[in-house]
């Protein structure tokens, strides 16, 4: 995905806006005695105690689309990235206990989604820590714990010149489901509808260039 420095600025406030505003209410459900860990914390964000046992719980928030994978068919990306590397094992050096995970994933529109699960778990399905099949599928093949989350307020309109602000420029439809942007003749679909769906990545090209000369 193409990033610049507006992009890592909205994509470290997103990641902010999630772990420490949603994330204790959502784990608040599943563990108790929540513990922050803090910035520097290797791999794991939180701490908690869930039937008296600990775990170490990594989350991870990010925007609801990939910005190549929507040009290029329209598709979500839920797809975090939880790599079972040396930090994990430092992390287990420091404290000890289970491992878990929560994605959230927020949409521009103030609607997000909120999954949880277990480390041992994605080992099982074969996973080596690349990343969390989330696809609607693999949600229900996998079965994923779906957590309850009310709408969301992060400020998407204070990030320009980022692939989100991108989409909420081009319009809601972008998140419309095809049978409600069906028309009844082909030629009156909306341009970046149309069967096409590199047009919707040529037409945000188009967009991010024109910013970025702003900003330049």
């Not at 420490?20 to 459900?29: C, D, I, T, V």
């Not at 775990?55 to 609801?64: A, C, E, P």
């Not at 320009?160 to 009844?184: C, D, V």
Request: a positive charge; aromatic letters at 14%.
């Amino acid at each position: 995905m193409f990033k610049n420095s507006h992009e890592v600025r909205f994509a470290r406030s997103l990641g902010q806006y999630v772990e420490l505003g949603l994330a204790p209410g959502l784990l608040s459900e599943v563990y108790e005695r929540l513990e922050y860990l803090g910035p520097f914390f290797p791999w794991a964000d939180y701490f908690g105690y869930r039937d008296d046992e600990p775990w170490l719980i990594s989350v991870k928030g990010r925007f609801m689309y990939d910005q190549w994978e929507t040009a290029r068919a329209g598709k979500l990306t839920r797809n975090p990235n939880y790599k079972l590397d040396g930090a994990l094992d430092q992390a287990l050096r420091i404290r000890s206990g289970k491992l878990a995970w929560l994605t959230v994933a927020l949409d521009f529109s103030g609607a997000c989604e909120a999954y949880h699960g277990t480390v041992e778990h994605l080992r099982t399905l074969g996973l080596k820590g690349s990343g969390v099949p989330m696809s609607a599928s693999a949600i229900e093949r996998n079965r994923y714990d779906c957590l309850k989350i009310d709408r969301h307020s992060f400020p998407f309109d204070q990030h320009p010149n980022t692939w989100a602000y991108a989409l909420m420029q081009i319009g809601s439809s972008t998140r419309r489901s095809r049978s409600e942007n069906r028309p009844k003749k082909r030629g009156s679909r909306p341009y970046w509808f149309d069967g096409k769906p590199q047009r919707l990545g040529a037409l945000l090209n188009e967009f991010f260039k024109l910013h970025l000369r702003r900003v330049q």
